[in-house]
C-alpha cells in the first residue's frame, strides 16, 4: 500500500514506485486497464479487491503499466467518468459480494493529458471472509506476495474462526461491562435507577493491531461529544480513553460516554427514582436517536471501517414500569418489569451513513416487547420516525 493518505496521493507519489521499483505484492497490484462489463469484468475486479479485504490493507491501482509484477509507466485512464466508476464499483461490491464489505475509498490521481490512475484502497475487512457471488461466481480469495489466489479449505476454516472469534470476544466485553455496572462499579459515582447502557463497538477494536483514537491529539473534538440526554457536561482522561460526564452538585452523574483509544463507545444514562416511581420514559428513544449518530462519527472519523456493533441493554429494570405514549395508552397498561436485566441482541451497522431509525429500531421494537407491546409506537408503520410527545 503506498504510505500515504489516500487524499494527499500525487503523481510524484506514482512516479516513486517506478523510481523504487515497487512490486506488486500482498499490499499492491497494478492494472493497465479498468475491466469492462463483458469478459468477465466485474468478477476480475471483485476478485481483487475482496482478496484485499480478505487478508490485509492494499491499494489496486489501474492506470499502470507492470512487466512481471514491476510498474514501468502510467499511461493511466483515458478521461474517466469518476461518477460512474465510483458508482460502478460501489454498486459491485455491494451486490456481487458476501456477506456485504465496507465500499472501498476511490481516488483518480491526473497523469496528463486528460488521463488519470486510479486508485481503489482497500481495508482490511474484519466481516471476513467475503465471497465474489457475481455472474455466478462464487470464490473466496486471499492474498500473499504473489497476489491474489482462491482460498483452499483449510484456509477458509481458519478465516471463519478468526471471525467467529472476533465477534465471540466482543460479546465477552459486553457481558463483563454489564456484569460490572450491574454491581454498581461505574467510572464515577452515579444516581441510583435503572440504567441504559449502549455499546458501539468497530470489530476493529479487538483486532489488537492499533489504536484507532489518539485520545491527546483529539481532545478538543471529542470532549464536545454528549452523553445521552445530557445538555452540559464535563470531562476527563481515564485509563481506557476520554470519559464525558453529567455532575451535579452532590458529585453524582446522570450519564457519561465513555470513549475507547480502540474505538469502542459505551454510554451509559440513569433513570432515576422519583418518590418510589420507578419509570422507564419512551421518550429515551428520541435522545437514543440523537446520540448514536454522534457516537458513530467518532469511530468513522478516526478511520474506522464498518462493519460495527450495536448493543443496547438495560439494567437495574426490576419492578420499572414502561411509560409508552398516553394517547395510546393509560397508566393501568404500564406493567412492571419482573426481571434485573433486559439484555438486546447486537445489531450490526454495516453503513456508517445509515440513518439511526434503520440502525435502532429492531432493538427498540424489542423494548416494546419486553414490556408487552407489539412494538415502538414512536414509528409509523413504515418505519418512519415520528416520536409523540
Sequence with gaps: MIPRALNEITIADLQSLIDNQVGEGKGIEYKRELPGQGDGGPVKILRSISSFANASDGDLLYGVEARDGLPVALPGLEAPNED????????????GVQPRMPHPQLRFVPVGEGRSVLIVRVAKSWNAPHRVTTGGHAHFYGRNSAGSYPLDVGELRSAFTQSETIVERIRNFRAARLLALGSGETPLKMYSGAKLVLHIVPLEAFTGTHQLIDIQAGHENLSVVAPIAATGWNNRFTLEGLLN?????????????QIHRNGIIEAVAVFTEHDGNRTIYSSYEGSLMQAVPRYIGVIRDAGANPPAFLMLAFVGTKDYVFAADRMRFSADDYLPFDRDALVLPESVIQDFSAPPAAILRSSLDLVWNAFGYLRSFNFDEAGNWIQRR
Design 84 to 95: 460512474e466508476i465510483r458508482q460502478r464499483l460501489e454498486n459491485m461490491c455491494r451486490d
Design 245 to 257: 460526564f453529567t455532575s451535579s452538585a452532590q458529585g453524582e452523574s446522570r450519564a457519561y460516554v
